[in-house]
């Protein structure tokens, strides 16, 4: 069973770019979440995509983008890059089998993304 | 937006049993009350969780208060491995929203 994982480790951009960060669900899930995590704090939840639909939003402007494939992987894009938005981010992918969603949560170990 | 608060750090003596507290008084019927751990340049990693009822796993036990405003993990026997930062969460079972305090640290002394 493959875990999450998530590209790249690291990465440098500036002021004003745009990034794409990816994640690669486990194997059978068909839930992915992404959250950020700046240093010294808890991840705070960007959104969530069910069966390629986003069906969650925390409070992130819409700079903040994402998409699920037909194989569950996912990609965060964040346009306009803002010096705060310097933070590990992080994707999170679980099995949703309808009902509450309560299920749990497997992470990747994230993306550090420094903003210049 | 439902949150919770965690004490900052904790400390507790190898193979004894550690009570980490959780405040949640905003909770909502639709809420579960997660804990996950996150060690060091590592994502978060699943311990436990629950809605009404107190839940026992093979890491952990988790105690809920009767009218779900607090929780408590307790680890039975601290090892050094269990030093993390731990976080008490609440899922919103309708929006798949998870809120993330900021954690308490377990330094776990040998």
């Known amino acids: 069973e493959t875990g999450v994982t998530q590209s790249p480790t690291h990465l440098i951009k500036t002021r004003g770019q745009q990034v794409t960060l990816r994640c690669s669900s486990q194997?059978?899930?068909?839930?992915v979440s992404w959250y950020q995590q700046a240093l010294g704090q808890g991840p705070q939840f960007i959104f969530q995509?069910?069966?390629?639909?986003?069906?969650g939003r925390g409070n992130f402007p819409p700079r903040f983008s994402g998409l699920q494939f037909p194989n569950y992987s996912s990609e965060l894009n964040v346009n306009a890059l803002e010096l705060d938005d310097s933070a590990l981010y992080l994707c999170?992918?679980?099995?949703?089998?309808?009902?509450?969603?309560?299920?749990?949560?497997?992470f990747g170990p994230g993306t550090r993304l420094l903003v210049l | 937006d439902a949150k919770t608060t965690q004490p900052n750090s904790m400390e507790s003596n190898e193979e004894e049993p550690v009570h980490l507290p959780c405040n949640h008084s905003?909770?909502?019927?639709?809420?579960?009350i997660h804990w996950y751990r996150q060690l060091p340049s590592q994502g978060p990693e699943y311990v436990i969780h629950g809605l009404t009822s107190n839940v026992n796993n093979r890491m952990a036990s988790l105690a809920i208060a009767e009218d779900r405003k607090s929780s408590t993990l307790i680890l039975h026997r601290a090892t050094l491995r269990d030093a993390a930062v731990y976080y008490c969460i609440l899922r919103d079972t309708n929006a798949g929203k998870s809120t993330f305090g900021d954690g308490t640290t377990l330094t776990v002394k040998p």
């Open positions: 999170a992918s679980s099995l949703l089998q309808g009902g509450p969603m309560q299920e749990t949560q497997y």
């Open positions: 194997s059978g899930h068909n839930t």
């Open positions: 905003t909770i909502s019927g639709t809420d579960y």
């Open positions: 995509y069910y069966r390629e639909e986003e069906n």
